[in-house]
């Protein structure tokens, strides 16, 4: 090792995969596309080709189980790892689970665990098809593989979008993260005085997003359904900022989104103004909405916008306009993705 | 949960496996082989098949970085999951690598791991094409799954054996065994005295075979010429017993195995007297030599003898019989398997 150091946190999550990784070559003919979109893409006959992706949630950074009941933690892990072979265009087929694991679990606790995950297999039809477990020094850990199919000239990169596409985003944001804050909230409470019960009344939806969240299958079949196919996708797991930046990186364009149009649930916003937090920063930094944020052309226009699932919220622009986020006096900011930052 | 406690102990690492996913049933039709054998089997064409396999190497459970160089480490995490997909009789072409480290970890000592998982790469001829980084509150941990192909006909399982066939194992074993003893000894010595220099002069074979395996690629290559194909394989990661259990486990047969064929080298041998350990014990409950054990048909033993990378040790028999190590006067030792228990 040389001498200088150099601190994770001066990179952030994706300069150090791009500083790992950007000195390994493609030498396979059936690696389609490596490193660098939701999923690796490798041709498996002339027609297919097979989506690999995979995440890993560790206790203590991306769940507390203070809060996290198992069973959904189990059904959360698979779902965050679907909603990467969603946002390729594909169907996702299998997942290998690894977990590792100390000795303060039970077993029955690691069953719960389980019943998530075949909840998960059940619903989206998948099957698990491997995995190892070993023990661990610190906490639980949940790794998944998933895998998925699709005809090639069906998937979707993040690097399809065109200058005046439509941008399109799934669902509602913010959910997740404002379910995140109640329940952070609610622990400190319990923290200092375990008597008082929680006060979690009339959150149902934010408590779901964050602890049971779903990946958009359906998002697909409507398209498919409306004959709409996006020409770029990206899943948002890190917050519509991080996603967008990502997006107009990979398809070296900028765009503007508007600030108005950016979907955001009733409770999701009157929680945050609660927090006094301004609802859209919940949906452009908070995390682990696993909607879909993906481009159409403008001709599918009336198509997408005829779709309760789906918001048109802006469009894409040349590369060295700007990434702007539009208020609705028509002033211009500029978008900053704030996203995770595991290393800080 | 019920109120039931089981510890993790109480079941082991494969009991707990099997409890975990047995009320998984199998529902998507490309899914051949599931949770069982080295890899997951996926079919991917009339011919083909994808061979997926995944495992988990965590600090302070699976090394040590005291004296585990970080570039071994990667080319290690590599080697575990290839050896793998190589037992399935099938060709390694991607991985993915997700690690977890701490803020403790300064850039250049990932660039270092990585460095060595691109060595592997490059040796072995296949593509890294996805993975995560993520912090982790205690120590790092990496995470590799490999995805291979095969021909359908060609892929070899742990349940093929027949009886009478021949069991074969390659190169020689316990060597990673004993390179780990050795190093935990200068660790001891390092920490009782920092000023006495590690003494590790001769023992480079050893060292060699902890810190930096081999996937047995070429044993396949041998295989191929010698025109033998394996009736089961496995890979010898937990120990020879362990997986000579596993192998007549699913071909529902038993064995018998001759103490003094296991091949052991001969330093393997002398450090383990040295160690006070009967060198036998090392082959057989030591781990990670990451050889291939399979079995072949008794017409095949002319070609495989001639081979100097591959031993027979012993023969199938029917289930019933017994799982015995026979010693030189002939007497015969009923085989346990000991593997490696993190639980405990």
Redesign the interface.
Known sequence: ??D????????G?FG??E???N??K???P??L???GDD??V?E??EE?V?L?????L?E???FDLMYMP?KHLGYKAVMVNLSDIYAMNGKA??I?V?I??S?R????????L?EGI?KA??LY???????????????L?I?V?A?G?AKKKEVVYRSGAKENDLLVVSGDLGGAYMGLQLLEREKEVFKTNPEIQPDLDGYDYLLERQLKPEARKDVLAFLKELEVKPTSMIDISDGLASEIMHLCKASELNCTVYDEKVPIDGKTASTAIEFEIDPITTALNGGEDYELLFTVDQSDYEKVASNPHMTVIGHMTAKGSGIYLCDKAGSLVELKAQGWK??E
């Open positions: 090792m040389s200088k150091r150099t601190e994770l946190q001066d990179l999550e150090l995969i500083k790992l990784t000195r390994f493609t030498q396979v059936s690696t596309k490596g490193v999923a690796a490798i498996i006959n297919e097979m690999v992706s995979t995440d890993s560790l203590g950074i991306h198992l087929e299998q290998t690894s590792a694991v000795n679990f039970p077993v029955e606790a690691l069953e719960e389980y075949q297999c059940e039809q998948i099957d698990l098809v491997g995995g190892d477990t070993t023990s661990s020094r610190a906490g850990i790794q593989t895998l199919r595991h290393f």
